[in-house]
Nanobody, 126 residues
Framework: QVQLVESGGGSVQAGGSLRLSCAAS????????MGWFRQAPGKEREGVAA???????RYADSVKGRSTISKDNAKNTLYLQLNSLKSKDAAMYYC????????????????????WGQGTQVTVSS
């Protein structure tokens, strides 16, 4: 069983930056496919960024070029650096993990992930 705990959310002004963290336990991040997903009120969940067990990454077009996903396997922690934040980035951000194999094109499909954290809220003020 994988447990995921997110942190790092908060309120930030538009144009600012945040780094979200997701501490994993129960399984090594080196063997997991992991991703960040977000959901704003009244909207569907959206895949933001994901990283394969070997390190390949995928980003949603909405954050490409201003976000970086990474993981520190020694700390068993996943990160998401978000820069140049916009009001449309405001949402609850969830960390997710999958222990099985995901093809590169499926990394941002949330229904393929087995484990989810409780989420961390990101608010962007203008």
């Amino acid at each position: 069983q994988v447990q995921l705990v997110e942190s790092g959310g908060g309120s930030v002004q538009a144009g600012g930056s945040l780094r979200l963290s997701c501490a994993a336990s129960g399984y090594s991040t080196s063997s997991l496919y992991m991703g960040w997903f977000r959901q704003a009120p009244g909207k569907e969940r959206e895949g933001v960024a994901a990283i394969a067990s070997v390190g390949d990454t995928r980003y949603a077009d909405s954050v490409k070029g201003r976000s970086t996903i990474s993981k520190d396997n020694a700390k068993n922690t996943l990160y998401l650096q978000l820069n140049s934040l916009k009001s449309k980035d405001a949402a609850m951000y969830y960390c997710a993990a999958a222990a099985g194999h995901l093809v590169a094109g499926a990394l941002l499909r949330g229904h393929l992930y087995n484990y989810w954290g409780q989420g961390t809220q990101v608010t962007v003020s203008s």
